[in-house]
Every structure is written in C-alpha cells, then in structure tokens.
C-alpha cells in the first residue's frame, strides 16, 4: 500500500464508520473493522453475502472516501484473460508485421517478437489496469461467484504478490497496489487458496434499527411512520420460507416506490399493489398474495407497529 492512499485513509475503526457516514453509508464496527484492516495491512478483502446487503455500494463509497479511482471488473461465466486482465493489440501488431516486410526487416525473427510484443502494444483490461495507476485505487472484483472455478486460481498471483505475468513481457507489479475488495453471492463455493489471502467478512442484513438508518439516508422523502413500517414489514417478510428474501436494495426501493404512490402508511391495497418491487419471483409474489401479506399486517398492528 503506498502513501498516497494511506495519506488520506482513516486512522481507526470509528473514522472508517465516521467517513462512510458522511457519504451515506452506513456500516457496523465489526464491518468497518474489517474495512480497516484491509487498508491498514493491505490485505484484500472479501465479502460474503445475500444480494443487495451493500457489498457492492461499500467499495464504491470506500473508493470516495479515499478520494481515489474505483476499477470494476463485473464476474461472469466465461470470463477469460483477455477480458479481466489484458490482450495484446493485434491490428497493431499486424501493421508492425507489414511494415516490417516494406521495410525488409521482418526476417529476424528475434527482433520481430521484440517489436511485436512491446509494452505499449498491451491493452490493459481491469486487473492490469489495478496494477498500474499512479495512486492505488479500489479494485472492485464484484460477484465472483458467478465465475468459472478456474478463474479463482488465475487471481492468486493478483492478490498475494500485486503483480501479474505476461508470458511475452514478464511480471508487471504495482507501485501502487490496489485496495481488493472481492463480493460473492455464494452460488457456488470460491477456492479455499483465494480465502487464505483474504481478510473475510459476511454481509447479513442489518438489524431493524441500522436498516431504518438507511432507509432515512436513502428515502428522505418517506415519513418517519411509513419507514418505520416498511422496516418493520421487510424483517418479519424475511422470516418467511421464500425463494429470494428482499435485501436492503428492495428496502429502499419499495420505500421510495410507496412515496411516489404518495402511501402514507400500509395497508393491504399498497403492499398488494407493489410485491412486484419487493420480489422477483412469481412464486415469492404468489405466496404474499394468498394471505402471508395479510397475515403479517396482522402481527404488526396487534404488536402495534402499524397503525
């Protein structure tokens, strides 16, 4: 880690809290403890868990707070070399070839590969690029679940060294090593090599009073009363036996979507109205339809939640 992203780091676990709040987001001591840590001892970070917990919105509020350049590289099935790290320029390198040829020179073959495979012939993908910046930035590989196995193992050198090997060039190692954060949905299990040079963190859903916090950070518009019972709701609602339990995401998304329909509070029409913010599976919908919407309005108002 170099000075130019400790200069502005923060210098204890309640500065981490302190300055993510300052950019709303909210975060408990034992996340933030990670979080420092991670900066502190330059360790990657990963982060487990549900969808729509703020795993993703952590790294790039953290890349705020550290005023630096936040660098993504979204995980998917098939991901290769040439699309997370790097690959070479060919239509340069094909007009190096038939200059040569003009030129009578292409008959070394050593002085070829020399020119061909020359540093400012790369194309720097996401993970060369993390390597590369003057100031280290926040290297956000996000959902790496959703990636195939071997993928895991082509990260190793990225995470334990800060470097990477190009077969034509050598190792490329950072100046500036970037602060990792990793995020998993965990659809399948990440190698236990990569989990050995991490720090880890599992993403829960907060408490009835954080999510509150947040949703008054990110709903201002919404009424202290119907906050207070969309929190209320949504944590009774993720009690249930469902395919896909709403995360923080669709917390504050149904709360904004209850604004815009100018909802004062719930009732059984507007919950009804608007499951499809909520969930996003017809069964989970189907479900809360046939009388778990009802059921759970019930509770809340004999314990006095709603009115």
């Not at 190792?171 to 236990?192: F, K, Q």
């Not at 991490?198 to 009363?225: F, M, N, Q």
């Not at 189907?286 to 009115?307: C, F, P, V, Y």
Request: hydrophobic share 45%.
């Amino acid at each position: 880690m170099t000075q130019a992203l400790r200069a502005d780091a923060p210098a204890s676990v309640d500065a981490v809290v302190e300055r993510l709040a300052e950019h709303d987001y909210v975060c408990d001591r034992r996340l933030a403890t990670a979080v420092f840590l991670a900066i502190r001892l330059g360790r990657p970070l990963f982060l487990e868990g549900e969808p729509g917990v703020g795993k993703t919105e952590l790294a790039k509020t953290l890349a705020t707070v550290l005023g630096t350049r936040l660098i993504r590289l979204q995980c998917y099935e098939g991901l290769d070399i040439a699309q997370t790290a790097y690959e070479w320029n060919v239509a340069r390198q094909l007009l190096e070839i038939r200059l040569a040829e003009a030129a009578q020179t292409a008959g070394d073959p050593d002085d070829m590969a020399r020119r061909l495979y020359r540093r400012e012939l790369l194309i720097e993908r996401p993970l060369l690029q993390a390597l590369t910046q003057p100031v280290s930035p926040v290297l956000l590989i996000d959902e790496l679940d959703r990636a195939d196995e071997p993928f895991d193992a082509f990260l190793l050198e990225v995470l334990a060294e800060s470097q990477l090997t190009i077969p034509e060039l050598g190792a490329i190692r950072a100046t500036a090593p970037p602060l990792v954060l990793i995020t998993s949905n965990r659809t399948r299990e990440v190698h236990d090599a990569l989990r050995r040079r991490c720090l880890y963190h599992w993403v829960g859903y907060p408490d009835a009073e954080t999510e509150l916090a947040i949703v008054r950070l990110k709903a201002p518009a919404a009424s202290a009363r119907l906050s207070s019972q969309v929190v209320a709701f949504i944590h009774r609602m993720r009690t249930l036996d469902l395919f896909k339990a709403p995360g923080v995401a669709e917390t504050i998304d149904w709360t904004n979507a209850l604004v815009a329909l100018d909802a004062m509070r719930l009732d059984p029409a507007s919950v009804q109205d608007t499951l499809g913010v909520l969930l996003k599976h017809q069964d989970d919908i189907a479900r809360m339809q046939s009388g778990d919407t009802a059921k759970i309005l019930d509770e809340l108002r004999a314990r006095a939640l709603i009115d």
